[in-house]
């Protein structure tokens, strides 16, 4: 019997897009939907039978999403595809790294920095799949939870290999409590939920390349960065920001655990947001109980910071 307690799931960068990569780290997580797509083919020549002619192979790829509470070094390597490749810089006990989303494609034949997943469902050999790229990566902060990371992948080969014993940190994911919010440099309390979401838009290309697997993954339009969820309606501040169509700067920042053997060293999350403007604020009476305010809101390219989103992970590993 295949239990959910009993299953891994571990993620290595590979170097390049189609070569496998091999000793992954294994990561904590929730859930996975993770499914092979074999896109069958009918095959329409008529034959004089009334009965619908065989199916035959077609383009064969991986997706689905896998859902994670983040730690402060394991969120790193979703970044690490989702955005971009960090620099790293030691600051007395700890690495900054800091991801600024790519403005080039990893390769010609794949726009994102692949990695190599293996999952394992209790039951059998466990599976590997390559060429898989973080098509979105959502970061929901929720006031009273642990915070909550989907990654959606799209991958592009999918192989099953031997079972391995995993091996993790020691180590809590960050919570709503190390959370703290400015909205244009102030301090804001009033966000009660804040979900990030980074869009890549990815596609699997189908090429003539000898093979049912897709011979490219890469962006179909432009990538989207947005900001959604509940504020306290206690002014006018912040729907007078829409309705002016004023862009401000979003940061939210999580604060996790000191290093150990160093009182004045934390690890940290930083999520900033040079521009935004909101798309919807709507502030509705619900009932006798408060109003609250749910809005949205688009990331956009500051051209003063040169980007639309800066993430700053700070841990005790050395680099991604």
Same mark, same amino acid.
């Given at each position: 019997?295949?239990?959910?307690?009993?299953?891994?799931?571990?993620?290595?960068?590979?170097? +390049?897009?189609?070569?496998?990569?091999?000793?992954?780290? &294994?990561?904590?997580?929730?859930?996975?939907?993770?499914?092979?797509?074999?896109?069958? /083919?009918?095959?329409?020549?008529?034959?004089?039978?009334?009965?619908?002619?065989?199916?035959?192979?077609?383009?064969?790829?991986? $997706?689905?999403?896998?859902?994670?509470?983040?730690?402060? !070094?394991?969120?790193?390597?979703?970044?690490?595809? +989702?955005? =971009?490749?960090?620099?790293?810089?030691?600051?007395?006990?700890?690495?900054?790294?800091?991801?600024?989303?790519?403005?080039?494609?990893?390769?010609?034949?794949?726009?994102?920095?692949? &990695?190599?997943?293996?999952?394992?469902?209790?039951?059998?050999?466990?599976?590997?799949?390559?060429?898989?790229?973080?098509?979105?990566?959502?970061?929901?902060?929720?006031?009273?939870?642990? /915070?909550?990371?989907?990654? %959606?992948?799209?991958? *592009? +080969?999918?192989?099953?290999?031997?079972? +391995?014993?995993?091996?993790?940190?020691?180590?809590?994911?960050?919570?709503?409590?190390?959370?703290?919010?400015?909205?244009?440099?102030?301090?804001?309390?009033?966000?009660?939920?804040?979900?990030?979401?980074?869009?890549?838009?990815?596609?699997?290309?189908?090429?003539?390349?000898?093979? $049912?697997?897709? =011979?490219?993954?890469?962006?179909?339009?432009?990538?989207? !960065? %947005?900001?959604?969820?509940?504020?306290?309606?206690?002014?006018? /501040?912040?729907?007078?920001?829409?309705?002016?169509? $004023?862009?401000? *700067?979003?940061?939210? $920042?999580?604060?996790?655990?000191?290093?150990?053997?160093?009182?004045?060293?934390?690890?940290?999350?930083? !999520?900033?947001?040079?521009?935004?403007?909101?798309?919807?604020?709507?502030?509705?009476?619900?009932?006798?109980?408060?109003?609250?305010?749910?809005?949205?809101?688009?990331?956009?390219?500051?051209? %003063?910071?040169? &980007?639309?989103?800066?993430?700053? /992970?700070?841990?005790?590993?050395?680099?991604?």
């Amino acid at each position: 019997m295949g239990y959910g307690i009993g299953g891994y799931l571990g993620m290595k960068e590979q170097s +390049a897009f189609g070569t496998a990569a091999t000793s992954p780290v &294994y990561i904590p997580f929730v859930s996975e939907s993770l499914t092979e797509n074999k896109n069958f /083919l009918q095959i329409e020549n008529i034959r004089g039978v009334y009965d619908a002619p065989n199916d035959v192979q077609g383009i064969n790829n991986v $997706t689905g999403d896998i859902v994670f509470e983040p730690h402060p !070094i394991y969120v790193g390597h979703f970044l690490n595809s +989702a955005v =971009g490749n960090p620099t790293s810089t030691l600051t007395t006990s700890l690495y900054v790294h800091e991801f600024l989303p790519r403005q080039t494609d990893f390769s010609v034949d794949c726009a994102l920095t692949p &990695y190599t997943l293996y999952l394992y469902k209790s039951v059998g050999s466990a599976y590997q799949i390559a060429d898989a790229c973080i098509s979105a990566l959502t970061i929901e902060i929720t006031a009273g939870a642990i /915070l909550r990371c989907t990654a %959606t992948v799209h991958g *592009r +080969a999918y192989a099953k290999t031997a079972k +391995a014993t995993p091996s993790y940190i020691a180590a809590d994911p960050f919570t709503w409590n190390q959370t703290s919010v400015q909205v244009a440099g102030a301090a804001n309390g009033e966000f009660e939920s804040a979900t990030i979401t980074i869009d890549n838009g990815l596609e699997g290309i189908p090429t003539l390349n000898a093979s $049912t697997s897709e =011979g490219k993954i890469l962006r179909n339009g432009y990538r989207t !960065i %947005t900001v959604a969820g509940d504020q306290s309606f206690d002014t006018q /501040l912040q729907e007078g920001k829409f309705r002016d169509e $004023t862009d401000q *700067r979003f940061q939210f $920042t999580v604060t996790g655990p000191t290093v150990v053997g160093h009182t004045n060293q934390y690890e940290y999350l930083d !999520i900033d947001l040079p521009q935004v403007k909101y798309s919807t604020f709507a502030y509705p009476i619900g009932g006798a109980g408060r109003i609250t305010a749910s809005y949205e809101g688009k990331a956009q390219y500051n051209t %003063t910071s040169s &980007y639309a989103m800066r993430v700053t /992970l700070a841990n005790t590993l050395a680099s991604y």
